[in-house]
């Protein structure tokens, strides 16, 4: 944990405005996979125990597109967690 209440409050500031921001884009991002996926098939897959069908109806590259505005996120985050840190160190 920072040392400061000057660094603490500085870093939950950046995170109370991220959090909002996330949970949004990860709601858009299920939305919008739940709409690419048979629902049915998945659900008749998954009655069926028929693991290796139902990964099938998910494919890995739709679910990285879906979940790449949640990296830049992440990553514009981390910078400006960042720069947040290296303007308290610099004072």
Do not use: C, F, W
Request: hydrophobic content about 45%; proline content about 5%.
């Amino acid at each position: 944990m920072p040392r400061q209440p000057q660094e603490y409050r500085a870093i939950h500031i950046v995170a109370d405005k991220i959090e909002p921001r996330m949970a949004r884009a990860y709601v858009r991002s299920v939305e919008k996979l739940q709409k690419s996926i048979s629902i049915n098939g998945l659900a008749m897959a998954i009655s069926l125990r028929n693991v290796k069908s139902a990964i099938r109806l998910i494919p890995a590259e739709r679910v990285k597109d879906v979940l790449s505005p949640l990296a830049t996120i992440v990553k514009d985050t981390t910078l400006r967690g960042g720069r947040v840190g290296a303007e308290i160190l610099n004072g």
